[in-house]
């Protein structure tokens, strides 16, 4: 279910149960979390939450209609709407700030239209609009439990449990590299910016954040790999030929390499499936490359639309957009003491960033690398939640 859920399109990942049909669990974001708006002590509402529930007419006493059931934020708290889409009528919509709020109306009047015809009362004072949304449904419930971040609540009471492993990795990924025939995937977690000053390998300023002024909604930050300033000086050919030589079995074997999970650290992470060496290649930040102004314009996008934003810097240009074509490699969580760092390597007719081990990783383990953010002026700053004995508490 969790695997199914994870899925950013409504149509392909409709799931039913029953008289109703999940079609997208939505997510919250760490601010979303942080606020308290989105759950209580016996529900959560994940905003982008969208459902369809068949259920009894408000016109006519032995007809089921479709309620479009959703949950979106308006200024910083849920809004639960319901749309009825019934034959020959046009679609009517409720909306509340509550989830039973939305639906108490069309409960009432579908509760006196069946008495006035004399027949039995559905029992509408027990049943809630969490009902009628499906946020009780027990895998949705075992799924919305499970999203990213929500493990830190302390004021919720957990039915099914804090820390999930997702027994299969819910992303395929192509590793032929080919942005588009790769899967959509749903992000949870602002990782990375496009708008970071990154200071250059070469030596001259980079692209100023402050020539692109923007605020910040979210935890939204590059990643900056390890070899910056040496990725610009030339490999041996020696060195460089046996990089290829082990990219190109990465390409084939990764996926032996690593499982996602729940992270002790933060919402998922990616653990070690089986002994890794040290040096060893792991795995390839997968995304699309893309220029510092289509960063800049996708990072609005996708913050306007409530995602995640997974980027990382190559260079100075150059930005890999792991947000909708990403691998699982962005789930890698920062650590002050990781035992993985990021390496951009030439390789083939490109550079790719690559996840290796930099020390002897053990099965089980969860991967990290050091996320390396060198905000000076950020308006926010991001405690760090490694557990390392040293970490540093501060991400940025
Ligand atoms: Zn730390």
Known sequence: VAAALLSDHPEETSLRIGSLELHRLGQLLPAQIASGQFHCSRHIYPVGYLATRIYWSCR????????????????????????????????????????????????????????????????????????????????????????????????????????????????????????????????????????????????????????????????????????????????????????????KRLRTEWQQNVYLGRSRIQGLGLFATRDLEKHSMVIEYIGEVIRNEIANKREKLYESQNRGIYMFRLDDDWIVDATICGGPARYINHSCQPNCSAEVVDVDRGRKIIILANRRVKKGEELTYDYKFDFEDSGSKIPCLCGAPHCRKWMN
Request: hydrophobic share 30%; net charge neutral.
């Open 60 to 247: 006519y006493t032995a007809v089921r209609c479709r309620y479009l059931c959703r949950i979106d934020e308006r200024e910083g708290a849920p809004e639960f709407s319901v749309t009825v889409s019934e034959t020959g009528h046009p679609d009517e919509s409720f909306t509340s700030d509550t989830c039973d709020g939305v639906w108490r109306p069309l409960l009432t009047r579908i509760h006196k239209l069946r008495s006035s015809a004399g027949l039995i009362n559905m029992f509408p004072d027990h049943i809630t609009g969490e009902d009628l949304y499906g946020l009780t449904e027990p895998n949705i419930l075992r799924a919305v439990e499970s999203l990213p971040g929500l493990d830190v609540l302390k004021d919720y009471a957990f039915r099914f449990g804090r820390m999930q492993l997702i027994p299969e990795m819910p992303l395929a990924i192509n590793p032929t590299g080919c942005a588009r025939s790769e899967p959509k995937m749903r992000t949870y977690f602002c990782k990375s910016h496009a708008l970071q000053t990154v200071s250059s390998a070469r030596g001259h300023p980079s692209q100023s954040a402050a020539s692109h002024p923007h605020h910040h909604t979210h935890l939204a930050h590059h990643h900056q790999p390890d070899s910056l300033a040496q990725s610009a000086a030339p490999y041996s050919k020696q060195y460089s030929h046996s990089k290829s030589s082990q990219y």
